[in-house]
């Protein structure tokens, strides 16, 4: 087998191709003592073998943030740490939280140029779609799930979304 270096470059791409690949939940990489460990999954913990020995580093860039990935070198490999795009939100008994169901981009409307399923301040009943996530070109309708009025919206338009992603928030009737 040849043998290969591995830049940092290298990685960035490799991390870009497991973000665009909707299929890849998790990806681990061990090579010539450097691994790397990716993760789609918000609450995944994973402990490095050598902990002791070197320091967990986290590699990524403007175009790579939905992903988490761990580098098992010394920090000096580190570029920027992750900043979290999830807001902080309380939800009351007489609220209730849509959420995105899987990975994929949100649509406010159903083509380019049509006006919104809904806005701030709309009525919605359980069965009014509030908008669309698209996973590898199959378009998914949300629904409300709850009579009530769209009291906030989280995402943009054609904004990419985590599974979990909060993306609005009705006020029950």
Known sequence: M??????????KQLTKWVKES??????SLSYNGL????????????????????????VESAAINDVKTELNKPASVATESKSSKTPDISVGEDEH?????????FYMSPKPGAPAF????????????????EVMKLM??????????VKEIYVEDQQPVEYGQPIM???KE
């Open 2 to 11: 040849k043998d290969f270096d591995i830049s940092l470059n290298d990685l």
């Open 22 to 27: 909707s299929d890849i939940r998790e990806l």
């Open 35 to 58: 691994e790397l460990f990716i993760s789609r999954n918000e609450n995944t913990q994973r402990t490095a073998p050598n902990q002791a020995s070197s320091t967990p580093a986290t």
């Open 97 to 105: 939280l849509i959420t995105a169901p899987m990975v994929g981009t």
């Open 118 to 133: 809904v806005e701030v301040g709309q009525q919605v009943e359980p069965k009014s779609v509030v908008c669309i996530i």
């Open 140 to 149: 998914n309708n949300l629904e409300a799930k709850v009579n009530g009025r």
């Open 169 to 171: 928030l009705i006020e």
